[in-house]
Nanobody, 115 residues
């Protein structure tokens, strides 16, 4: 079992920056993908960014503004968000996937970007 704890959300003005963190504990040895998703009110949850060994993936809407990174020693994944826009407002969730196909989700953290 893997437990995920997110932090770093908040309120920021458009053009500002935030960094989200997601720390994992428990049986993390089989984790092979980490990612961030978001869900805005009335919309489906969508992939923001994901990272595996040697590869990162970004949604088109965040390319060039967001950066995903990981610290394997700390079992933590980060999402650096720059040049934030009001349309980035959402609840952000981290997801860890393991080699058995099991997904683990964080509790979600609110990001609000004011115009």
């Amino acid at each position: 079992q893997v437990q995920l704890v997110e932090s770093g959300g908040g309120l920021v003005q458009a053009g500002g920056s935030l960094r989200l963190s997601c720390a994992a504990s428990g049986s993390t040895f089989s984790i092979n993908v980490m990612g961030w998703y978001r869900q805005a009110p009335g919309k489906q949850r969508e992939l923001v960014a994901a990272i595996t060994t040697g590869r990162t993936t970004y949604a088109d809407s965040v390319k060039g503004r967001f950066t995903i990174s990981r610290d394997n020693a700390k079992n933590t994944v980060y999402l650096q968000m720059n040049s934030l826009k009001p349309e980035d407002t959402a609840v952000y969730y981290c997801r860890f996937g393991d080699s058995r196909g099991i997904d683990y989700w964080g509790q979600g953290t609110q990001v609000t970007v004011s115009s």
